[in-house]
Antibody, heavy 117, light 109 residues
Framework: EVQLVESGGGLVQPGGSLRLSCAAS????????MHWVRQAPGKGLVWVSR????????GYADSVKGRFTISRDNAKNTLYLQMNSLRVEDTAVYYC??????????WGQGNLVTVSS | QSALTQPPSASGSPGQSVTISCTGT?????????VSWYQQHPGKAPKLMIY???KRPSGVPDRFSGSKSGNTASLTVSGLQAEDEADYYC?????????FGGGTKLTVL
């Protein structure tokens, strides 16, 4: 059974940093591109970032470019999102998702990040 | 990276059909056959309902169908059931990124 379990969220002050993790199991993690998608409270889904299967190609939404870094450790079956210079508007539930045919076919349970003073 | 355009709400009675539109540009919806649709119930993670414009993952009822014409994709839910009440999001590949629609709240009357 495919499982994606996020961790690392919580409350952080504006300007602070946080690292999210997404532990994968039930599939060959190193064979799949992975993405992060976020959802602000009461709002819609927004694509954040993606990484290819070997970790050498990444992409970011304009809103997080230069502040967030996506990475992966295929030996540990884990995806990461390092978030720096956090802003109030980064407050959201962050989902990791596995991609096949450019669609998100498996999602984690979501992890809440709250940026507030 | 502008969001795709969806109507904020849609509704129908049980047994009826409803169609939700998703309008983008030639750089996303119109440029690729990689449009997907997601269903999200309150407090839950999204669930893939349609991928590659019109394909259904295993386990998704055939009441759900997708199509595309030009820069607009559509999701049709036939034979509406109470459990179909949820938020629906379209998503398109856009070259080096992905872009979601703003979401449509489907109400089953």
């Amino acid at each position: 059974e495919v499982q994606l379990v996020e961790s690392g969220g919580g409350l952080v002050q504006p300007g602070g940093s946080l690292r999210l993790s997404c532990a994968a199991s039930g599939f060959t993690f190193s064979s799949y591109w992975m993405h992060w998608v976020r959802q602000a409270p009461g709002k819609g889904l927004v694509w954040v970032s993606r990484i290819n299967s070997d970790g050498y190609s990444t992409g970011y939404a304009d809103s997080v470019k230069g502040r967030f870094t996506i990475s992966r450790d295929n030996a540990k079956n884990t995806l990461y999102l390092q978030m720096n210079s956090l802003r109030v508007e980064d407050t959201a539930v962050y989902y990791c998702a596995r991609v096949t045919s450019s669609s998100f076919n498996y999602w984690g349970q979501g992890n809440l990040v709250t940026v507030s003073s | 990276q502008s969001a795709l355009t969806q109507p904020p709400s849609a509704s129908g009675s049980p047994g009826q059909s409803v169609t939700i539109s998703c309008t983008g540009t030639s750089s996303d919806v119109g440029g690729y056959n990689y449009v997907s649709w997601y269903q999200q119930h309150p407090g839950k993670a999204p669930k893939l309902m349609i991928y590659e414009v019109s394909k259904r993952p295993s386990g998704v009822p055939d009441r759900f169908s997708g199509s595309k014409s030009g820069n607009t994709a559509s999701l049709t839910v036939s034979g509406l059931q109470a459990e179909d009440e949820a938020d629906y999001y379209c998503c398109s590949y856009a070259g080096s990124s992905n872009v979601f629609g703003g979401g449509t709240k489907l109400t089953v009357l």
